[in-house]
């Protein structure tokens, strides 16, 4: 059994700060690539950013220069500053791993967290 399981989310005023985490955890061989997803309500899930496992990292233009995605062995951060209202949606942690003995990569999400930015 893999899981990715997230923490960080919650109510931050306009050009706060949040910091997300999303920790994988199981019978994992390798993990590639890690990202972050978000949705809001009515809209299709996009990606925020995300991070090979030789650390190169890929932002969405609507995030770049505000967020930073990082990671340290099975576990992948989010730093989200300067937020924004638009950036209200439910995040969601990403990971291709490849499990214990499996001969290929599969995709796994996490349960998401909410990230609330007032005005």
């Known amino acids: 059994q893999v899981q990715l399981v997230e923490s960080g989310g919650g109510l931050v005023q306009a050009g706060g700060s949040l910091r997300l985490s999303c920790a994988a955890s199981?019978?994992?061989?390798?993990?590639?690539?890690m990202g972050w997803y978000r949705q809001a309500p009515g809209k299709q899930r996009d990606l925020v950013a995300a991070?090979?496992?030789?650390?190169f990292a890929n932002y969405a233009d609507s995030v770049k220069g505000r967020f930073t995605i990082s990671r340290d062995k099975n576990t992948v951060y989010l730093q989200m500053n300067s937020l924004k209202p638009e950036d209200t949606a439910v995040y969601y942690c990403?990971?291709?791993?490849?499990?214990?003995?499996?001969?290929?990569?599969?995709?796994?999400w996490g349960q998401g967290t909410q990230v609330t930015v007032s005005s």
């Open positions: 199981g019978r994992i061989s390798s993990i590639n690539t």
């Open positions: 991070i090979t496992s030789g650390a």
């Open positions: 990403n990971a291709d791993i490849r499990r214990l003995f499996g001969a290929t990569f599969s995709t796994y």
